[in-house]
């Protein structure tokens, strides 16, 4: 018996949203225990004291932070279903070098674009794609990143998609213009029922980050 | 089969370091190259052109790039001998999460331990102590990180020694009167004859550093 699981979480956040896919591709039952980012829980800096912050997955009583060190937990103890890294080492560090990238290059671009104008949200925008063209590139001919079936790095990617609308609108490009190869590849997994039901709305995410600028006093 | 395997390193690098300890722990042969980072080589831009960075591991002609993805390689394909990663899951995921904290951490705020001044050092030196104090608590009263045997976090921090003598010259600060128990952890370290063929002399480091300081303008 594997025991309770509860996740510390954000709604609107990318990272959390990668662990909730994972659950769901494993069929596991859990908590999910939305927190307050202006008032952290006793319970999240108990369990996160380093960081602070969400995700965090609680199995049995123990937590495990930062995302995808839980996804990869999570697909090593819940090893016998829907594996998400593959089997071959070399396979495994490739996916783990692209999730890395995500992990590097998504975060920090893509909230430039939002948080700038000018001439710094431009190269923003541009590095953006670039960063986007470079996945797409990766991907090549594959359903997903993962090859035949959804994996790691779809796990990794996906949730930005959601974010995608925001930057859209406060940027004003078309991410599918650019990267219509990538958007594809996010259709067919928002087919998935396990990203369907992780993902937030894209318009409230978008009514998130006018509220976020409007609190930075961002134009 | 024959197994190649060619690093593309730099000498000072710690993240190169980890990798030649992995290497050393394992007993594998391997060919060393050193790379010019102010003329990078074709086959490194061929190899690592996301990055363009080293270290960059090369197993029978295909690349593996980020030094932490290299070492878990290292660790899943020679399997039979010296395991880094422990092999319960959750245990796993500790060691991934410190290694990562090791990554966001000690590299860019021991760095401005040296290239920063005044206030913007001194609270530099501030977090890079409370960062090893955090680390020294993790290590508790073991021997390794990894327990009885060097492992994964092992290798990951113990990378950065050779630096730690750069960064108390420049600030003016001792790490082992304020970390005593993770200096005697590093000194054990230093006694494996993986790890002291694969760190550089501290003096020549030190060097570097004046070197380096000189080039960016650092006073």
Not at chain 2, 198 to 218: C, M, N, R, T
């Amino acid at each position: 018996m594997e025991g309770g699981v509860v996740l510390l979480d954000f709604w609107a956040s990318m990272f959390g949203m990668r662990v909730r896919i994972a659950l769901a591709e494993k069929e596991i039952k859990y908590e999910y225990r939305e927190q307050d980012l202006r008032n952290k829980s006793d319970l999240l800096l108990q369990m996160n004291p380093v960081h602070k912050k969400i995700p965090v997955l609680i199995h049995n009583g123990k937590p495990i932070c930062e995302s995808l060190v839980q996804v990869q937990y999570i697909d090593e103890v819940w090893h016998d279903k829907a594996p998400l890294l593959p089997a071959d080492p070399y396979k495994r560090a490739t996916a783990r070098f692209w999730a890395d990238f995500v992990d590097k290059k998504m975060y920090d671009s893509g909230s430039k674009i939002w948080k700038t104008k000018g001439e710094e949200q431009e190269a923003a925008k541009k590095e953006f794609i670039e960063n986007l063209k470079l996945l797409e590139g990766e991907l090549g001919d594959n359903l997903y990143f993962g090859g035949e079936g959804f994996g790691y790095v779809d796990v990794a990617l996906v949730p930005f998609y959601c974010w995608f609308y925001a930057y859209e609108q406060c940027g004003g490009f078309s991410i599918e213009a650019e990267c219509p190869k990538l958007i594809a590849w996010v259709k067919r997994c928002m087919q998935k029922e396990s990203v369907a039901k992780s993902l937030a709305d894209p318009e409230k995410v978008y009514e998130f980050v006018l509220h976020l600028k409007k609190a930075y006093g961002i134009e | 089969m024959a197994e190649e395997v060619v690093l593309l390193d730099f000498w000072a690098s710690p993240f190169g370091i980890r990798v030649r300890i992995a290497l050393a722990e394992k007993g594998i042969k391997y060919e060393r190259r050193e790379e010019d980072l102010r003329n990078k080589s074709g086959l490194l831009l061929q190899m690592n052109p996301v990055h363009k960075k080293i270290p960059v591991l090369i197993h029978n002609a295909k690349p593996i790039c980020e030094s932490l993805i290299q070492v878990q390689y290292i660790d899943e394909v020679w399997h039979d001998k010296a395991p880094l990663l422990p092999a319960d899951p959750y245990k796993r995921a500790t060691a991934r999460f410190w290694a990562d904290f090791v990554d966001k951490k000690i590299y860019e705020v021991g760095g401005k331990t040296w290239k920063t001044k005044g206030e913007e050092q001194a609270r530099a030196q501030k977090e890079f102590m409370e960062s090893l104090k955090l680390l020294e608590g993790e290590l508790g009263d073991k021997a390794y990180f990894g327990g009885e045997n060097l492992g994964y976090l092992d290798i990951a921090l113990v990378s950065y020694y050779c630096w730690f003598h750069v960064y108390e010259k420049f600030g003016g600060f001792s790490i082992e009167a304020e970390c005593p128990k993770l200096t005697a952890w590093a000194k054990r370290c230093m006694q494996k004859e993986s790890v002291a063929k694969s760190v550089p002399d501290q003096q020549k480091v030190y060097e570097f550093a004046l070197h380096l300081k000189k080039i960016l303008g650092i006073e």
